[in-house]
């Protein structure tokens, strides 16, 4: 599989745009890591066929089915839509929305602990919701056109924040099924995905007692703390700071002291379009290689977003770099390494000033893969799985 820091870069700023809209406008659904990035679709032997087998199970062990609801919503062909119960694609429509200004699109789960669905060709998320319905709401979007507004758990005022729900995400076209699990917004829900096909994968598997180790390793970090919401969810930090939450300048002595170390030394950046060399000068972080580009010093959300000073990009260049830096400073790798991107997880999240709740869901998983930033999939550290002649995806709620 190629790194997606070698990869075209369209999915990244959508989802960090997509959770940060969620609330205020309608916006798109977002799809999965790689999806926007290229498929490989001019280089797969085999086409995915329509109507891919689902499979839902409920293994939290702490829900019965009856309390377990499902949504599947995204986009095809521009517009937005939604799986129905009997697995059938329907567009979204103002009219969905009942006397209390939602819509309900639940499916409900099947007794006996599995689910089975066809997923039609789309791009989307499936929210899962533990104990309570969650509240979508149709809206207008800015060309007129029906959209919905998504869940943003990390909102205090959002109808959805006293709801139990996470998400995983997908694409699933002609060239094949594209999914991951993610944690870049919060982690609530323990998920995890089997993609069978071509190969038989499955990503996301949060090991036994790995939420509640998760919980109590980012209460641990007094910074990280208040982004512990109960029991419900912890709310990535980026969100945090938005809300109040986290430092705004939590960083600023690391990002202050890599800008100084490159000011004296070179750091190399290697991607697929080659090598990058690249030292502070002008108080930009400037690269010369198979192109000039350049960065200001970023702040502590940009970082947080792989965004701002960060942004990446569909460029093959900018965005490729921008990529290995936001993972470098994620995870602290950029002042012990001067080569990137480092690809030994033994050396990531090794700094006091590190991002704490990605090191946290990459210890909860069993494989060690997690989407804790948008930037994870670099060095393929995400829990993002691809095949291009899939036969079957299973969802299954984890145990709490």
Same mark, same amino acid.
């Given at each position: 599989?190629?790194?997606?820091?070698?990869?075209?870069?369209?999915?990244?700023?959508?989802?960090?745009?997509?959770?940060?809209?969620?609330?205020?406008?309608?916006?798109?659904?977002?799809?999965?890591?790689?999806?926007?990035?290229?498929?490989?679709?001019?280089?797969?032997?085999? +086409?995915?066929?329509?109507?891919?087998?689902?499979?839902?199970?409920?293994?939290?062990?702490?829900?019965?089915?009856?309390?377990?609801?499902?949504?599947?919503?995204?986009?095809?062909?521009?517009?937005?839509?939604?799986?129905?119960? /009997?697995?059938?694609?329907? *567009?979204?429509?103002?009219?969905?929305?009942?006397?209390?200004?939602?819509? /309900?699109?639940?499916?409900?789960?099947?007794?006996?602990?599995?689910?089975?669905?066809?997923?039609?060709?789309?791009?989307?998320?499936?929210?899962?919701?533990?104990?309570?319905?969650?509240?979508?709401?149709?809206?207008?979007?800015?060309?007129?056109?029906?959209?919905?507004?998504?869940?943003?758990?990390?909102?205090?005022?959002? *109808?959805?924040?006293?709801?139990?729900?996470?998400?995983?995400?997908?694409?699933?076209?002609?060239?094949?099924?594209?999914?991951?699990?993610?944690?870049?917004?919060?982690?609530?829900?323990?998920?995890? @995905?089997?993609?069978?096909?071509?190969?038989?994968?499955?990503?996301?598997?949060?090991?036994?007692?790995?939420?509640?180790?998760?919980?109590?390793?980012? +209460?641990?970090?007094?910074?990280?703390?208040?982004?512990?919401?109960?029991?419900? +969810? @912890?709310?990535? *930090?980026?969100?945090?700071? &938005?809300?109040?939450?986290?430092?705004?300048?939590?960083?600023?002595?690391?990002?202050?002291?890599?800008?100084?170390?490159?000011?004296?030394?070179?750091?190399?950046?290697?991607?697929?379009?080659?090598?990058?060399?690249?030292?502070?000068?002008?108080?930009?972080?400037?690269?010369?290689?198979?192109?000039?580009?350049?960065?200001?010093?970023?702040?502590?959300? #940009?970082?947080?977003?792989?965004?701002?000073?960060?942004?990446?990009?569909?460029?093959?260049?900018?965005?490729?770099?921008?990529?290995?830096?936001?993972?470098?400073?994620?995870?602290?790798?950029?002042?012990?390494?001067?080569?990137? *991107?480092?690809? &030994?997880?033994?050396?990531?999240?090794?700094?006091?000033?590190?991002?704490?709740?990605?090191?946290?869901?990459?210890?909860?998983?069993?494989?060690?893969?997690?989407?804790?930033?948008?930037? &994870?999939?670099?060095?393929?550290?995400?829990?993002?799985?691809? #095949?291009?002649?899939?036969?079957? @995806?299973?969802?299954?709620?984890?145990?709490?």
């Amino acid at each position: 599989m190629t790194p997606r820091h070698q990869r075209r870069l369209g999915r990244r700023k959508l989802l960090v745009a997509l959770g940060g809209a969620a609330v205020a406008a309608p916006v798109a659904a977002a799809v999965a890591p790689y999806a926007l990035a290229g498929t490989d679709s001019g280089r797969a032997g085999t +086409r995915a066929a329509g109507a891919l087998p689902l499979t839902v199970v409920n293994g939290t062990g702490s829900f019965g089915d009856a309390d377990v609801h499902l949504y599947i919503v995204g986009n095809q062909d521009g517009r937005q839509v939604r799986v129905t119960p /009997d697995g059938t694609l329907a *567009p979204v429509a103002l009219s969905d929305n009942g006397a209390d200004g939602y819509t /309900d699109y639940a499916i409900g789960l099947a007794g006996g602990g599995e689910t089975r669905l066809n997923l039609p060709y789309m791009s989307g998320r499936i929210y899962v919701s533990l104990g309570r319905k969650l509240k979508f709401k149709a809206v207008t979007d800015g060309a007129g056109n029906p959209a919905l507004q998504y869940p943003a758990g990390w909102v205090k005022s959002d *109808p959805n924040y006293g709801v139990l729900h996470d998400c995983a995400e997908f694409t699933y076209n002609a060239s094949g099924m594209f999914c991951n699990t993610t944690m870049v917004d919060m982690f609530s829900v323990p998920l995890a @995905i089997r993609l069978t096909g071509a190969k038989d994968q499955t990503t996301g598997t949060v090991r036994a007692g790995g939420r509640a180790a998760a919980f109590a390793a980012v +209460r641990a970090i007094p910074e990280f703390a208040p982004l512990v919401v109960d029991d419900t +969810r @912890i709310i990535a *930090p980026g969100h945090g700071l &938005d809300a109040g939450l986290f430092p705004k300048d939590y960083l600023a002595p690391y990002i202050d002291e890599v800008w100084s170390t490159y000011t004296g030394k070179d750091l190399k950046v290697t991607t697929d379009a080659g090598t990058f060399t690249g030292r502070v000068r002008g108080g930009r972080l400037a690269f010369d290689g198979p192109a000039q580009v350049s960065f200001a010093k970023p702040s502590t959300r #940009d970082v947080l977003f792989c965004d701002g000073a960060l942004a990446a990009p569909n460029d093959g260049t900018t965005g490729p770099v921008a990529a290995v830096l936001g993972a470098g400073f994620n995870r602290s790798t950029l002042l012990t390494s001067a080569a990137q *991107p480092a690809t &030994d997880p033994a050396a990531f999240y090794r700094a006091a000033l590190t991002n704490h709740y990605a090191k946290a869901m990459h210890a909860a998983t069993e494989d060690g893969r997690a989407y804790g930033f948008a930037f &994870d999939d670099v060095a393929d550290f995400a829990s993002y799985i691809q #095949d291009t002649a899939p036969t079957g @995806i299973r969802l299954t709620l984890g145990a709490f």
